[in-house]
């Protein structure tokens, strides 16, 4: 049985080839909307990890059609794909596929899930927070155990990438076991007091190209496979060990995560825990340690720097904290945001 050191060896030329084409991918996406690169990284950040992210903001704030140009460009469609406005009134059937009738006259409670949310590989849904509590928890054990069950038995579930969207984050204690499993968050903003004009030649661009059903975005610099790649070279990093010159173990955190950023990092998240009461769990954290590296390997391919702590802006669990960690997070880190 081959080892992770063998497995990451056989990789290593493709693993750095799909990091060029995702990181051109990401910066090239960035042209096609106004002041939204910080958003676009986010979102390819998560994906490397696999792991959900949350966008909030009013409508208007281009959050779908940011979603919606990524999924494109990574040339998603079909089966592999679903995405779904939710409101209160959502039915379970709506998300997760009807009831199959031949089925229940057999004494099976199954659901029919072909292009469901059970079958994607990428969802995106909108409006997240107003899943009915029915919805909610097949959400829940989705995120947590990418298991879907049918007539109570587990099925594995094929979900690579969730994005999500919100006009809010209620903070009502219901839905806190859903937002916690959004260990990144971003407030999507206006850009029209800074960016007035810019924003109106996009507008108009993006309006005459949907007329003539273009999508230059869709240049096929990046797929979901070289996403899929970029995740499985990031777990067989995390797996390889081996002993140090110095009798020790030389593991991801010894070899990527230099001893004075791994200091700057549990200060950060002890600072906030002790002086703004931001809970990061457990479970919280070690996702934390995998978007770090997410972030150091797409950008530099190698070690983690102070600048990738930036990502910590992301853990709110509320617009006030979001809002209070973009605020104070730069300052702790003694860093200008635009270093970042």
């Known amino acids: 049985m081959s080892t992770p050191k063998d497995q990451l060896a056989r990789i290593s030329g493709e693993l750095e080839t799909a990091r060029q ?34 966008l909030v903001g009013p409508p208007g704030t281009a959050k779908s059609d940011l979603v919606l140009k990524l999924v494109e460009g990574l040339g998603l469609g079909g089966d592999d794909y679903f995405e779904y406005m939710l409101t209160r009134f959502t039915e379970p059937s709506e998300i997760l596929g009807p009831l199959d009738l031949a ?47 049918q007539d109570g038995r587990p099925e594995p579930v094929p979900l690579k ?4 969207a919100a006009n809010e984050i209620p903070e009502h204690s219901e839905l806190s076991a859903l937002r916690d499993r959004f260990c990144l968050k971003a407030e999507s903003r206006s850009v029209r007091q800074d960016h007035f004009e810019e924003l109106i030649d996009s507008g108009l661009r993006n ?22 790649l970029a995740h499985q070279g990031l777990l067989l990093r995390f797996a390889e060990e081996s002993v140090s010159h110095d009798g020790g173990i030389a593991n991801d955190r010894s070899r990527f995560f230099p001893a004075p950023v791994f200091a700057e990092f549990r200060r950060l998240v002890e600072t906030l825990a002790r002086e703004h009461r931001i809970y990061i769990s457990d479970r919280k954290l070690v996702k934390i340690y995998k978007l770090l590296r997410a972030r150091a390997w797409l950008i ?16 709110g669990e509320s617009l006030r904290e979001l809002r209070l960690l973009a605020e104070m997070i730069p300052q702790y880190l003694r860093l200008n945001r635009s270093d970042s």
């Open 300 to 315: 530099r391919g190698g070690e983690v720097s102070v600048e990738d702590l930036m990502l910590l802006c992301h853990l």
């Open 207 to 228: 309006e005459s190209l949907r007329f003539r059903n273009l999508t230059p975005w869709k240049e096929g610099l990046c797929s979901l496979a070289d996403l899929e």
């Open 103 to 149: 089925g229940m006259k057999d004494g099976r409670y199954v659901r029919r899930t072909e292009g469901k949310l059970p079958t994607a590989k990428v969802a995106f849904l909108d409006e997240i927070f107003k899943s009915s509590s029915a919805i909610l928890n097949v959400l829940l054990t989705i995120l947590n155990e990418r298991k879907y069950y």
């Open 21 to 54: 084409k995702i990181d051109r991918f990401r910066l090239s996406l960035g042209r096609h909307l106004v002041e939204k690169q910080d958003l676009i990284d986010l979102l390819i950040i998560g994906a490397i990890a696999q792991e959900p992210v949350l």
């Open 161 to 164: 990438l969730l994005f999500a």
